[in-house]
């Protein structure tokens, strides 16, 4: 995910796109895994706070990342999603 700012070059009149920040990544077929998710809002939301941005692009950004990337609202959601994962404990010998 990026924010890419468009406007019209000075000069020319042209529409043009600026880069603003890189917010993340998560491959789109893990997108619907808890831990994954966590992971990318938790990066996503340190450069959001890093870069300048009104209230309202604020939050019109997190309303459309949240359309593609859903946040899990609580930590016993991400350990539920891990229930079907196995623990070994390997001993030292």
Sequence with gaps: MEIIESYRDEVTGEPRNRFVAYLGTIPEQD???KVLQEKFWRGAD??????CLSASDERLIREKLL???PRPKSWDEILKSLS????????RT
Excluded: Y
């Excluded at 340190?46 to 870069?51: A, E, F």
């Excluded at 079907?84 to 001993?91: A, E, I, P």
């Design 31 to 33: 997108c619907s895994n």
């Design 46 to 51: 340190k450069k959001l706070r890093d870069i």
């Design 67 to 69: 359309a593609r990337i």
């Design 84 to 91: 079907g994962f196995s623990c070994r404990v390997m001993k």
